[in-house]
């Protein structure tokens, strides 16, 4: 199976002692977002966990237990875009987070990395060409020691009007314009472009609408061949496979303004203050109420040949 850890919170970067806690006692506790007495137990063992997914702003306070992830395969999904603090509050100076990048890179190796530049926001301040700038240098940089750079446009969730009230969406031409030069940018240094969740007409402009998080993705990070289970499903536009999440919403401390899983900030200071890293629940501690089961884990990975 493949445990994800990133889809609600910032685990590398604010909870990496909890999460080395976990894997040496061996499983993680992890309430139901939507029936919060609802809790699941997964058994962290590498003869059943084939994969775990990181994403992360800020990997770096995850290095000093890379020795802990040795049994298990990764793949990772690092964020780096050129904003400040004045949208993203919390996140460290970008050329720290590409020197951790490429560090991590020499650790799990290239095809087990991914460049999220995203998401874009196109305003007065953040121009197509300041854009196409920023992204040349941060290509230049990543060049090796990653082959896949995963972008998206900004979506105007709930939560992105009530923390991000002067967003705006990026119109279409716009999106078209910026993703051909950003495909030719990444191709010199020998990136794909992958849109996450957008409009499948951007195909036209040279990026691969394949899905960021696929069965491709999961394999090479493996190493072998998978049998996943039916996707458990996702919004419309995503032809992400996402499962498993470890993560719980309303905990990441980076605050971005652009952020769908963060409600509020009084709310995530709340949640950070409850945290214990030798807890086996991310936020508190099981409480009488709660129903716990353990989930049905067996490894996807496919023993038999396939021709192609």
């Known amino acids: 199976m493949i445990i994800q850890t990133g889809n609600r919170t910032d685990i590398p970067a604010f909870y990496p002692e909890w999460f080395a806690n976990r894997l040496r006692e061996g499983y993680v506790l992890v309430r139901n977002p939507f029936n919060p007495v609802q ?35 990764q793949y990772w999904f690092i964020t780096i875009t050129p904003y400040g603090r004045d949208i993203e509050p919390n996140v460290p100076e970008k050329e720290l987070v590409i020197d951790t990048f490429c560090s991590l890179s020499k650790i799990v190796g290239p095809e087990r990395m991914c460049w999220r530049y ?4 196109v305003d007065q301040e953040w121009t197509v060409s300041r854009h196409i700038d920023a992204f040349s240098s941060m290509c230049e940089k990543l060049e090796g020691r990653t082959y896949t750079c995963v972008i998206s446009f900004i979506d105007l969730y709930e939560k992105v009007w009530r923390n991000f009230p002067e967003a705006r969406t990026v119109p279409f031409d716009v999106q078209m314009h910026l993703t051909k030069a950003l495909v030719k940018i990444a ?19 040279g990026a691969d ?13 493996v190493g ?11 919004r419309k536009e995503c032809s992400c496979y996402i499962t498993n999440d470890i ?9 971005c303004r652009y952020c769908y899983a963060n409600a509020d900030i009084t709310t995530v ?23 716990v089961h353990e989930a049905k884990q067996k490894s996807w990975i496919d023993p038999q040949l396939r021709l192609f």
């Open 39 to 73: 809790v699941t137990k997964y058994r962290f063992d590498p003869s059943i966990v084939d994969l775990i997914v990181f994403c992360s702003k800020n990997p770096g306070p995850m290095l000093p237990y890379m020795d802990l992830l040795k049994p298990y395969k």
């Open 118 to 121: 995203d998401p874009i926001l």
């Open 187 to 205: 191709a010199r240094h020998q990136m794909i472009i992958k849109p996450c969740g957008e409009d499948p007409r951007l195909a036209s402009a």
């Open 209 to 221: 609408l394949s899905g960021c998080m696929t069965l491709k993705t999961f394999e090479t990070a």
């Open 224 to 234: 072998q061949n998978l049998t996943l289970p039916p996707n458990p499903g996702n």
């Open 247 to 255: 993560g719980q919403y309303n905990t990441c401390g980076h605050l």
């Open 269 to 291: 200071k709340n949640n950070m203050l409850r945290h214990d890293p030798s807890s086996p629940l991310l936020v508190g501690r099981l409480r009488p109420e709660d129903k």
